[in-house]
T-cell receptor, first 113, second 115 residues
Framework: GAGVSQSPRYKVAKRGQDVALRCDPISGHVSLFWYQQALGQGPEFLTYFQNEAQLDKSGLPSDRFFAERPEGSVSTLKIQRTQQEDSAVYLC???????????FGQGTRLTVV | AQSVTQLGSHVSVSEGALVLLRCNYSSSVPPYLFWYVQYPNQGLQLLLKYTTGATLVKGINGFEAEFKKSETSFHLTKPSAHMSDAAEYFCAVSEGSGGYNKLIFGAGTRLAVHP
């Protein structure tokens, strides 16, 4: 596709429910990033993939958060046993190379009730 | 550790006036610097970036920014504001090491443009 696509755009989850957020990066982009943006804040890094390899997961806030990119294209961010503090917009970004600057998707707004 | 400080969470200007959004960073290595814009319910759009070379960087929509190493600053400017510039602006820094740009964002500055 022409840009980074994320689905769903909005997700309401009951506390304790598991959720899965999908990201389709720009075709051919090697690098894929996940960020978390809390209300009124700047995005915060969660994890990075180079092709299918997860090279950096230093930003994942707990072991309830898990990300994968098994074939080096589509990525899924999974949150288990969601908590209210997980409510945020989850942004996916992809880039062609280190100096390019990442292209962001529209994000998935997760609300945990 | 790297960090980004954006002075002023809200900036309001008149249409046609100069836009100045401030960004200061800390980094132990030569940084890569970025400005992104976010419109309501949208993702982030890259306005401009500095990696190496010329310190005055021109971006889309008439915006530019100047990298000043001595001041550790990367302020964003536009000579004449348009109503369509109203949005949230984020400054970000990356070391660019390890072959990928993990971005550290500032808290953002919301720009309002009034007639």
């Amino acid at each position: 596709g022409a840009g980074v696509s994320q689905s769903p755009r909005y997700k309401v989850a009951k506390r304790g429910q598991d959720v899965a957020l999908r990201c389709d990066p720009i075709s051919g982009h090697v690098s894929l990033f996940w960020y978390q943006q809390a209300l009124g804040q700047g995005p915060e890094f969660l994890t990075y993939f180079q092709n299918e390899a997860q090279l950096d997961k230093s930003g994942l806030p707990s072991d309830r958060f898990f990300a994968e990119r098994p074939e080096g294209s589509v990525s899924t961010l999974k949150i288990q046993r969601t908590q209210q503090e997980d409510s945020a917009v989850y942004l996916c970004a992809s880039s062609q190379d280190a100096g390019a600057g990442a292209f962001f998707g529209q994000g998935t707004r997760l609300t945990v009730v | 550790a790297q960090s980004v400080t954006q002075l002023g969470s809200h900036v309001s200007v008149s249409e046609g006036a100069l836009v100045l959004l401030r960004c200061n960073y800390s980094s132990s290595v030569p940084p890569y610097l970025f400005w992104y814009v976010q419109y309501p319910n949208q993702g982030l759009q890259l306005l401009l970036k500095y990696t190496t070379g010329a310190t005055l960087v021109k971006g889309i929509n008439g915006f530019e920014a100047e990298f000043k190493k001595s001041e550790t600053s990367f302020h964003l400017t536009k000579p004449s504001a348009h109503m369509s510039d109203a949005a949230e602006y984020f400054c970000a820094v990356s070391e660019g090491s390890g072959g990928y740009n993990k971005l550290i964002f500032g808290a953002g500055t919301r720009l309002a443009v009034h007639p």
